[in-house]
């Protein structure tokens, strides 16, 4: 299991120290936000600062694992808009995150950004489709994955299951575009538990990244949802992706709840039996509303 965790979790931390807390946490990456890099332009970061921001996190012994939540700077970007100087401005930005992502050894991009992604007619969703054929190219040529992730209905419509997400990529058909799983999205609108979406997609080699958080939006293990299933799954499969912790709301704070994921995830995923069958080796370790 490779943890990452989202950076925004410890935003208020200079950017080194949010490698180093990580680190120390047990987490083996950090999957950055590139509006906690730069408010206003991120996708614009000269070539020293992405150097910069490479060495801090090895310095750390840590790794920037990818880049997620990456339309939300700058403002007024939508990969469906009929104006075609929107696309066309969105599209340069995410050309720009892509290469960025490759220039900090990132391996995959996540994108979700629902509000940029809504549709109100049939053309709006051609137009998505449309993009992300684009994106993959791109994606394909610097050697990073991009994911269209799956998020529920009260965020967006548009790829709001995995089966709708899976669809999109079959037929763009490009090996550098794929799905993922975010357990707090398919917790909020998926029919199926996560454990059994990742039992259906993840053989097929279509999901290739995880997010872990709760359907409360909460860190693992600090409400409802079990991971052990989940684990469970992954190990089985062999699934050899990062999972990325992303937490929204932080109880008791940031450090404190990346620093309880951390805990939990490893004590559920240590007493996994080898080669459960969609069971844990142990009980869970006890959740908490809180550290």
């Known amino acids: 299991m490779r943890l990452a965790l989202c950076n925004e979790v410890l935003r ?3 950017f080194a120290a949010q490698c180093a807390r990580a680190a120390a946490l047990g987490y083996a990456g950090l999957e950055v936000a590139p509006f906690t890099l ?3 332009a991120p996708h614009l970061l000269p070539a020293a600062r992405r150097a910069e921001l490479r060495r801090a996190a090895a310095e750390a012994g840590i790794a920037i694992s990818g880049l997620h939540w990456l339309l939300v700077a700058p403002s007024g970007l939508s990969i469906t808009s009929a104006d075609p100087a929107v696309r066309a401005r969105t599209l340069d930005v995410i050309e720009r995150l892509v290469g960025l992502a490759a220039d900090l050894g990132a391996g995959y ?19 998505a489709e449309d993009c992300m054929a684009r994106i993959a190219g791109w994606a394909e040529a610097a050697g990073v994955t991009y994911c ?3 998020l529920a209905a009260r965020e967006t419509n548009w790829a709001t299951t995995v089966a ?4 999109i990529v079959g037929r763009i058909g490009s090996p550098a575009l794929r799905t993922m799983l975010d357990v707090s999205a398919a917790g909020n609108g998926e029919a199926e538990p996560a454990d059994a979406l990742l039992e259906r997609w993840l053989p097929g080699g279509l999901v290739a990244h995880v997010h872990l958080n709760d359907r409360n939006r909460r860190g ?9 299933p989940i684990l ?7 699934y050899a992706g990062w999972c990325g912790v992303e937490p929204f709301d932080y109880v008791p704070d940031g450090p404190g709840a990346a620093a309880f994921a951390a805990g939990y995830l490893r004590g559920v995923w240590e007493g996994l039996a080898p080669n459960a069958r969609g069971a844990e080796g142990r009980e869970e370790p006890k959740r908490s509303p809180g550290p």
């Not at 693992?220 to 052990?228: A, I, K, L, T, V």
């Open 12 to 14: 208020e931390l200079p």
């Open 38 to 40: 730069d408010a206003e």
């Open 109 to 127: 991009l996540v994108h979700g950004s629902p509000g940029q992604r809504r549709v109100a007619a049939e053309a709006d969703a051609a137009r």
């Open 148 to 150: 269209l992730e799956p």
């Open 164 to 167: 709708e997400a899976a669809a």
């Open 220 to 228: 693992p293990g600090q409400g409802s949802d079990r991971f052990g």
């Open 232 to 238: 469970a799954v992954l190990r089985r499969e062999g």
